[in-house]
Each structure stands twice: as C-alpha cells, then as structure tokens.
C-alpha cells in the first residue's frame, strides 16, 4: 500500500503524472521533456528529426504512433505483453517508484506512463493504444512474434545458466545451432532484442564482447579458466532441454545433492527453507570453481560438529556433491563426467589425520577443531 510519505517524495516529479481520468498519447507525451521524448525517438529509431523542437517532436510522435507500438512490439516477450494487456480493461497497472528500469522502459516506448491515481502509483496505458493492443492481441502473427521472442530469451538464459559467460558470437553460433533465431532476429535483431530484454530487467551482466550470469563471479577471469580448458569439448544440449532451463531456471537436482540435502535434514534439524537456501549459495561457490576448503569454509558456518566421525561425513557428503555439480569452468560438465570412476576402482576418500587441516574449513588442525 502506498504511503502518504511516499507520494509527498513523488507528487513533485514530473515523471510522476496526477491522474484524474484517461490519458491520451498528446496529453502523455507533453508531460514529458526533451530528454524523455529523445528515448522515445533512439528507441524507435526515427532519423531526420533530432532537431525538432520539443512540439513539433510530440507532433511527429503522435503521427508514427502506430510504428512506435509495432516496434515496442518487436522488442517484448510474453511477460511484458501480458502486463500491457492488464492495463487494457482499466487503463493502468499498479506499480512502485523503486521500479527504476522497468519504468524507465515503459516510459521510452511511449506505451505506459508513470503516474498518481486515487493515492497509488501506476503505469497508465493511453488511450491511443487501446485498440491497438486489442487487435494484437488476437492476431496471429504477433502473437506468433512474441512466443518467438520468448523462446529465444528462454535459450539465452539456458545457455547462460549452463556455461556461464559465452562471448556474444560463441552465444548466438549456439542459438543458431538450436534453431533459436527466426529470420527476423538475424544481423542485430536478436541482440537488439536481448539488450532491451536486460534494459528492463537487469538479468545479465552484458558487455560489448560478452554476457554472463548474474551468479558468475569474475566474467573475465571465467573466460580465461575456459579458454584454458582447450582440450573440454562443451557439454551439448537439446534445443527442448536449454529452452526449459531458461523458462524454470533451476539445474536439474543431482542424486548427491539430493542425498546431501536428505543428511543435513535429519542430521541437523535445520529448517527445510534455510538448508534450500544454504545449499543454492553452495551450488554458486562450486560453479563459480571455488576450492573445496573455501566452499566447506562457506557453508559449515551454519552448523557444529559433534564428533570427528561427523565432521568427516559432513566433508565427504560435500565432496561428492562438489564432484557431480556442473561448472563453468568445466564448459557445463561436472568432473564426474571428465574422470569418472570405473567400476571396483578404489575409493579416494581418507581419513582426516589429526595434524591436517580440519573439513570444518576452519583452518585450525583437525586435533584442535572438529577432533577434540
């Protein structure tokens, strides 16, 4: 609920529009300053007119109205087009200042503006486009555009999640492969697409040269750790199976994780919401290629020992795990499936000696930690 202190900050601001009843684009657009209506015109591309004056600049808007709405078309996915079609049978959609790109983004298509109604903030739709989006709504082929573009943004965030940073033509070699990019996202479209997809909802960390997962750490040092890795083929993945990590965003739960999740459950008593939490900053730290003394340093801080019998299962539960995780620095595979173990092979694991290093991560020896 709005506060009253919250719209005494925004009433103010000029990009915060006192709403008494519907708006049209005219009434919108002279709201706005030269500035705001120069997005509108570098979004939409329109050359020959940065010289207007600020009316004559609103003029020739109104008049490619039709064009601007085409063009913000091209640019949505599904999740944006469904809030334009909220807006449809009240004219607005609620929103909150905090909102920064997202406001930002409506703002510079020209499609909804931010503004007061009745103490709440909103993004009003003007009348203008009402019948526009209607129609779109039920026609074919944009709707047709618009599952294309969702399912190209879902196999960017796959292809993301699976190697996390790609240089931007490594990524769009993969979409091509997929069959990811129609015709019409060819040559810059599709990059287009994407640098507005991030405009509105800072998913990426997107650079001329690269893109990489919010969750990666060091973009630029992962890109070294792979470039070494010559000899790693990328782990391959079916179209279906990259569009679908893009659209849950969750890596598929491995057998030892679920077993390592299953033992801090019933050995701990941790609550279910905290090991879920506790266990996602891990699965980070390990495909972010972090040492297994750092990880365990990580995530051992939540629990206590109650003998070394139990600090050494603790160790040996996450080892397993850190060795069935995928990585990207291993270009998507887990090192279980670079080295894996033949069958009667001798196990690996070892007793923890007295002198060495606790499990724990603690840095102490083992005698003077978990040992006592």
Not at 7 to 14: A, F, G, P, T
Not at 91 to 114: A, N
Request: net charge negative.
């Amino acid at each position: 609920m709005t506060t009253k202190t919250e719209l005494k900050k925004y009433q103010k601001d000029k990009k915060w529009i006192q709403l008494t009843g519907p708006l049209s684009l005219s009434e919108a657009l002279h709201t706005m300053t030269k500035d705001d209506l120069e997005h509108i015109r570098k979004f939409m591309n329109l050359k020959g007119v940065s010289k207007l004056k600020k009316a004559d600049l609103i003029e020739k808007l109104i008049e490619e109205k039709e064009q601007l709405f085409l063009h913000a078309l091209e640019m949505m996915d599904l999740e944006r087009f469904k809030v334009l079609e909220e807006a449809i049978s009240t004219g607005y959609v609620s929103t909150h200042p905090e909102q920064l790109s997202v406001i930002s983004w409506w703002r510079k298509t020209s499609l909804l503006f931010s503004g007061i109604q009745d103490e709440n903030f909103v993004l009003v739709l003007p009348t203008d486009y009402q019948n526009m989006l209607a129609q779109a709504s039920t026609d074919a082929k944009m709707q047709q555009m618009l599952r294309e573009n969702e399912e190209f943004l879902a196999g960017v965030k796959g292809l993301t999640d699976t190697y996390g940073v790609l240089r931007i033509e490594e990524l769009f070699r993969l979409l091509e492969e997929l069959a990811l990019v129609p015709d019409r996202l060819s040559g810059g479209g599709g990059m287009r697409l994407l640098q507005e997809f991030d405009s509105y909802h800072a998913y990426y960390q997107l650079h001329n040269e690269w893109i990489a997962d919010l969750l990666v750490d060091e973009p630029k040092k992962m890109l070294k750790l792979i470039d070494k890795r010559k000899d790693i083929p990328m782990k391959t993945f079916s179209k279906e199976e990259i569009v679908n990590l893009g659209k849950f965003g969750e890596l598929p739960k491995t057998k030892e994780f679920e077993q390592f999740e299953t033992y801090l459950l019933t050995t701990f008593q941790v609550p279910k919401p905290e090991v879920a939490d506790l266990l996602a900053e891990t699965v980070v730290d390990i495909r972010n290629d972090y040492p297994f003394q750092k990880v365990m340093e990580h995530i051992v801080r939540a629990f206590e020992f109650s003998s070394k019998a139990e600090a050494i299962e603790f160790s040996s539960q996450l080892t397993k795990v850190m060795n069935s995780t995928p990585r990207w620095a291993l270009k998507g595979h887990a090192p279980l499936e670079l080295t894996p173990v033949q069958p009667g092979a001798a196990s690996t694991e070892k007793t923890v000696g007295r002198n060495e290093p606790c499990p724990c991560g603690s840095e102490k020896k083992f005698k003077k930690c978990c040992g006592k």
